[in-house]
């Protein structure tokens, strides 16, 4: 695993005196986004990952090189240790004893149980039962024993199955949510109780989330006596709270605010690469997509090393593989697609999409006129498609842009998100990768919402075959051949358009002490940090 690249210091020391905005023992940070929901079993989201990670219940977690660790598990199973059966069908964890939920109830198999029912009730508005629904049975031959039977092996179960890696479902406590028919309203998804180093104290909707010490976390007690999400939907006011103090944590945020930060005193700032990518994402069930030359060349007539340098101040990874370049599934033998408006013009005018008068292209009665979505609060993000607007024009391609506020963009498909729901033809935000490199959540075509994630509708025979294949196999050898044969056919097929990969950034006090996040789980070890 690369090492940091940082900006001030590689990670967070000690402190001889806090600086006087400092509060002992209570951090407060931002994500500059706002959530819907605090249950992660209903919404698979970026900044409810961070907090969740914090507060709910996990198998596994991950350490600093995003390797699995036992949580509630007491090993991870291998086919080595007999955890994982010859013909990979079985999966056996051994739960911890003594373990007690934060309200104090003990935890034990029958809580994964229900959760798996949970996950597969149709009645839940879930959003991707990917991998669930490959259990046919789950054994408990004693309270602290889960047998998983499954129709077919299954590579990535670790993530899946409540591991605290990709904003997956966390393990839901039985006693309080057995009686309802479904749990998509109930009071439990304002303010879970779980099994984390925190608890949730409060929730004020639009405002903040308060989390306290966990004073029955099998651990022990965190050295934080508080956490405090604060729901800041716009970047440039996060840019302002931390001169003026009134936040000390940033994360995630991209290059072009790096120059606005840095000067801030008593500001340090972690840099390093991420498995994080941001794409544009083409509805493919449109039909003017299925031409898969005006894929191309809307690919072509994007200036991505201009975005990363100029609005970017240079931070991000150019690459055309959705698979970060510090995972061990990555693909380097693919090249990077230029940036050459010359050529998209040409593979246009040669597929016959003729320019009308007001010099948007179209054919067979279809026009290039398009329709993008974005977040709101995201000027950096305003300023990259203002600029993909103008290149978009030249080749005769009008983009009109729709900005929704966060909690819905990435509603459920049930609840009308924009992402799941597919109202868009190009789409703008973000994906983290797993880490064991299972892409099938986002590009299996049985994986199309409302059944998974795949909200780009993408369909390939060949990729599906393969992606099967992958998950069908423990040895990493064959995963990685697999997943090279599916990142080349991705970039061909134009299934997406990698922008960047990110390169993980986190501002904070310079007071905060033992913070050494991962790329995957930055906030799974805080039992040591302070403030």
Same mark, same amino acid.
């Given at each position: 695993m690369a090492g940091f690249v940082a900006a001030g210091a590689t990670k967070a020391g000690a402190q001889s005196s806090r600086h006087p905005w400092t509060i002992p023992h209570t951090l407060r940070y931002t994500t500059a986004s706002d959530i819907n929901t605090l249950n992660p079993v209903l919404l698979q989201d970026f900044t409810l990952g961070l907090l969740s990670s914090l507060t709910m219940a996990w198998l596994v977690r991950y350490d600093f090189h995003n390797q699995p660790v036992p949580e509630l598990a007491t090993e991870i199973p291998t086919l080595r240790n007999?955890?994982?059966?010859?013909?990979?069908?079985?999966?056996?964890?051994?739960?911890r004893k003594g373990v007690v939920w934060s309200d104090g109830v003990p935890f034990d198999a029958r809580d994964f149980i229900f959760t798996w029912k949970t996950v597969m009730n149709s009645a839940n508005?879930?959003?991707?039962?990917?991998?669930?629904?490959?259990?046919?049975?789950?054994?408990?031959?004693?309270?602290?024993?889960?047998?998983?039977?499954?129709?077919?092996?299954?590579?990535?179960?670790?993530?899946?199955?409540?591991?605290?890696?990709?904003?997956?479902?966390?393990?839901?406590?039985?006693?309080?949510?057995?009686?309802?028919?479904?749990?998509?309203?109930?009071?439990?998804?304002?303010?879970?109780v779980g099994i984390g180093p925190f608890k949730y104290s409060s929730w004020q909707r639009t405002v903040q989330v308060e989390m306290v010490a966990n004073d029955k976390y099998w651990r022990g007690r965190p050295k934080l006596d508080k956490v405090i999400f604060r729901v800041i939907p716009d970047r440039n006011t996060v840019v302002t709270q931390l001169t003026t103090h009134e936040v000390d944590f940033w994360y995630p945020f991209g290059g072009a605010y790096l120059d606005r930060v840095k000067p801030i005193p008593g500001i340090k700032i972690i840099r390093q690469p991420g498995y994080i990518y941001n794409h544009i994402d083409m509805n493919l069930s449109r039909d003017v997509f299925k031409d898969t030359v005006v894929r191309e060349a809307l690919r072509y007539a994007l200036n991505r090393p201009l975005i990363r340098d100029k609005i970017g101040h240079g931070v991000g990874i150019i690459q055309e593989t959705v698979m970060p370049s510090t995972h061990p599934m990555y693909n380097p033998h693919i090249p990077i697609i230029p940036f050459d408006p010359d050529k998209a013009n040409e593979l246009l005018d040669r597929a016959g999409w003729k320019r009308g008068s007001d010099g948007v292209r179209a054919k067979n009665g279809l026009r290039l006129a398009l329709v993008a979505a974005s977040t709101t609060g %995201?000027? !950096?993000?305003?300023? *990259?498609? =203002? /600029?993909?607007?103008?290149?978009?024009k030249a080749i005769g391609v009008d983009l009109e842009v729709h900005r929704y506020a966060p909690p819905l963009f990435f509603a459920p498909y049930a609840d009308g998100g924009i992402v799941y729901s597919g109202k868009f033809d190009l789409i703008f935000f973000a994906w983290q990768i797993d880490t064991v490199g299972?892409?099938?959540?986002?590009?299996?075509?049985?994986?199309?919402?409302?059944?998974?994630?795949?909200?780009?509708?993408?369909?390939?025979?060949?990729?599906?075959?393969?992606?099967?294949?992958?998950?069908? %196999?423990? !040895?990493?050898?064959? *995963?990685? =051949? /697999?997943?090279?044969?599916?990142?080349?056919?991705?970039?061909?097929?134009?299934?997406?358009?990698?922008?960047?990969?990110?390169?993980?950034?986190?501002?904070?006090?310079?007071?905060?002490?033992?913070?050494?996040?991962?790329?995957?789980?930055?906030?799974?070890?805080?039992m040591n940090v302070d403030i």
């Amino acid at each position: 695993m690369a090492g940091f690249v940082a900006a001030g210091a590689t990670k967070a020391g000690a402190q001889s005196s806090r600086h006087p905005w400092t509060i002992p023992h209570t951090l407060r940070y931002t994500t500059a986004s706002d959530i819907n929901t605090l249950n992660p079993v209903l919404l698979q989201d970026f900044t409810l990952g961070l907090l969740s990670s914090l507060t709910m219940a996990w198998l596994v977690r991950y350490d600093f090189h995003n390797q699995p660790v036992p949580e509630l598990a007491t090993e991870i199973p291998t086919l080595r240790n007999g955890g994982i059966s010859p013909d990979g069908k079985t999966i056996t964890f051994h739960l911890r004893k003594g373990v007690v939920w934060s309200d104090g109830v003990p935890f034990d198999a029958r809580d994964f149980i229900f959760t798996w029912k949970t996950v597969m009730n149709s009645a839940n508005n879930i959003t991707d039962r990917s991998g669930w629904d490959l259990i046919t049975r789950v054994d408990t031959p004693n309270p602290y024993t889960l047998v998983i039977h499954l129709k077919e092996p299954y590579a990535a179960f670790l993530p899946t199955f409540c591991g605290s890696a990709g904003a997956n479902p966390c393990i839901l406590p039985e006693h309080i949510l057995r009686d309802l028919p479904n749990i998509n309203n109930a009071p439990y998804n304002s303010l879970p109780v779980g099994i984390g180093p925190f608890k949730y104290s409060s929730w004020q909707r639009t405002v903040q989330v308060e989390m306290v010490a966990n004073d029955k976390y099998w651990r022990g007690r965190p050295k934080l006596d508080k956490v405090i999400f604060r729901v800041i939907p716009d970047r440039n006011t996060v840019v302002t709270q931390l001169t003026t103090h009134e936040v000390d944590f940033w994360y995630p945020f991209g290059g072009a605010y790096l120059d606005r930060v840095k000067p801030i005193p008593g500001i340090k700032i972690i840099r390093q690469p991420g498995y994080i990518y941001n794409h544009i994402d083409m509805n493919l069930s449109r039909d003017v997509f299925k031409d898969t030359v005006v894929r191309e060349a809307l690919r072509y007539a994007l200036n991505r090393p201009l975005i990363r340098d100029k609005i970017g101040h240079g931070v991000g990874i150019i690459q055309e593989t959705v698979m970060p370049s510090t995972h061990p599934m990555y693909n380097p033998h693919i090249p990077i697609i230029p940036f050459d408006p010359d050529k998209a013009n040409e593979l246009l005018d040669r597929a016959g999409w003729k320019r009308g008068s007001d010099g948007v292209r179209a054919k067979n009665g279809l026009r290039l006129a398009l329709v993008a979505a974005s977040t709101t609060g %995201t000027p !950096d993000v305003d300023t *990259q498609i =203002a /600029l993909i607007q103008d290149w978009y024009k030249a080749i005769g391609v009008d983009l009109e842009v729709h900005r929704y506020a966060p909690p819905l963009f990435f509603a459920p498909y049930a609840d009308g998100g924009i992402v799941y729901s597919g109202k868009f033809d190009l789409i703008f935000f973000a994906w983290q990768i797993d880490t064991v490199g299972d892409l099938s959540n986002i590009f299996a075509s049985k994986e199309i919402p409302p059944n998974g994630q795949n909200d780009e509708r993408y369909r390939n025979r060949e990729v599906d075959a393969w992606l099967t294949d992958f998950r069908h %196999t423990y !040895d990493l050898s064959k *995963q990685r =051949a /697999l997943s090279w044969k599916v990142q080349e056919q991705i970039v061909k097929d134009v299934a997406t358009i990698v922008m960047t990969l990110r390169e993980d950034m986190y501002a904070f006090n310079d007071d905060l002490q033992n913070f050494h996040p991962n790329a995957v789980t930055p906030f799974d070890d805080m039992m040591n940090v302070d403030i």
